[in-house]
């Protein structure tokens, strides 16, 4: 009686435990390898405003030498001299659009920003991300937002993005307020060249309010991020290498 039961004992355990592998799961498709939709494409880079005479001279002191430098692969680490960093002031915020010449699936989007707190230079607190297959029609992202509260004295870098968009597009449009002066050096657009991607694009309603420009918190911090080109008498003069520029 006893062998009896531990046999029954012994075969609803294999059973159960045959139970328990059930089928074979079936191996899910790995991840599409991301790869920088963005580098080495153009872009524009534009102020919502007219070019302001008195800080479109300015922050031509930190200018994008090569009209590619946004989307160069380079980096300039924390300091703000570094060549690879493209300076923007104040003039409310500023758009940048970066065409990818054919339309791709868009999964993350990265803006690598600058703060040198005693330089003046702040992260923007948020960053407005959108879409478009043709360049007319535009779906807004959601925004990304700094991890990074601006009174971090720094130097630090920190990149600005969304990830998991999943949407096609062959236009990128990035904005980011500037109520001081603003460093970034590159951009990444991640995804994948095929169009495996969502494709319905949302038109924007609109467009988004720009931000309100007001006065820098800290005066004395952004009078020295300015010295290079503005002398104490507050005269404007031309820095060393100084070019005319239309395009900020
Ligand atoms: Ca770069």
Redesign the pocket.
Known sequence: MLKRTLLSLLAAALIGSAGTIGPVQAKSAPEPELVNLSLGKSYTLETPYQLDSLFGKTESAHPDDTGR????????GTTFSNP?YVGRIWQGSRIVTIDLENPATVEDIYVNFLQDNPNGIFFPLKVHFSVSLDGRKWEKLKDGRSALPTTLKGPATQKIGISGIHKQARYVKVEFPVQSWVFL??IEVLGTPDLSGKNRIRPLRGRSKPAIRRKVPNRRAASTARCCCIPANGSMSRPTGFRSRRKI
Not at 69 to 76: A, I, K, R, V
Request: charged share 35%; proline share 0%.
């Open positions: 430098q946004l989307t160069d692969g380079e980096y300039g690879a050096d590159e």
